[in-house]
């Protein structure tokens, strides 16, 4: 089980009580498709994806992102058994959607870039430390279902 | 990976222009970033007095790899031959396993983006980024 300081918990929740789903997460999902190009495989029937400006302006990417966020919530409730939140949407990940887990890298990267330009000076390099081993929790919870 | 072409090059460049003023800040800042969120970075620099973030160190330090840096954009069109007596360094002095180039150009990428967001646009995002897997590539030539 992944051990979690106070420290942590309240940096965890205070990234995600004051997060704006809707600005956040289209912007993380475009960033993804734009700088790792072959994540857009799973999008061909989003239609128009095939340039950055495709990606910008497509309302179905920009609603995606959305619900891919909104996907951490999960975790963010069930900091103590992350492992377990997410067997269901690993099946769905690996059975049905077949996606590489190492595109779930390629989104948090992205999406840990995107909080870096929103919250500034406050985005500290402890932080950081945080954001980055909650999503890591999240996308090896995510790969468990895998076989 | 792939190579760069001419307007990744000009996008490198442009985006160089605007930030290489702040280059020691952003060195100091990545590496302070990159020692807390992947502390098995932190083997390499056992025999510094202070690790801390804003310390002597890390600030000498991150002005040293910018530095670096900077020397990759001047060669950018020849990265293997610019970079030739880095790569040899690096692989025979300091022998850094290669998969570190890839941790800290993501901290390098947080710092940009933090500091200039409005700047570090996905379309800017992602020709800096090859840039950054190019130069790694170059650094990684002489290692075996």
Known sequence: ?147 | MTSLTDKDKATVKALWAKISKSADVIGADALARMFAVYPQTKTYFSHWPDMSPGSGPVKAHGKKVMGGVADAVACIDDLTGGLQAKSELHAFKLRVDPANFKTLSHCINVVISNMFPKDFTPEVHVAFDKFLASVSLALSDKYR
């Open chain 1, 1 to 147: 089980m992944v051990e979690w300081t106070d420290q942590e918990r309240k940096i965890i929740a205070g990234i995600f009580a004051n997060l704006d789903y809707n600005d956040i997460g289209p912007k993380a999902l475009r960033r993804c498709l734009i700088v790792y190009p072959w994540t857009q495989r799973h999008f061909s029937s989003y239609g128009s994806i095939n340039t950055p400006e495709a990606i910008q302006s497509n309302q179905k990417i920009a609603d995606h992102g959305i619900k891919v966020l909104h996907g951490l919530d999960r975790a963010v409730k069930n900091m103590d058994n992350i492992k377990a939140a997410y067997t269901e949407l690993s099946i769905l990940h690996s059975e049905k959607l077949h996606v590489d887990p190492d595109n779930f890298k390629c989104l948090s990267d992205c999406l840990t870039i995107v909080i870096a330009a929103k919250l500034k000076d406050a985005f500290t390099a402890d932080m950081q430390a945080t954001f980055q081993k909650f999503l890591a929790v999240v996308v090896s919870a995510l790969g468990t279902q895998y076989h």
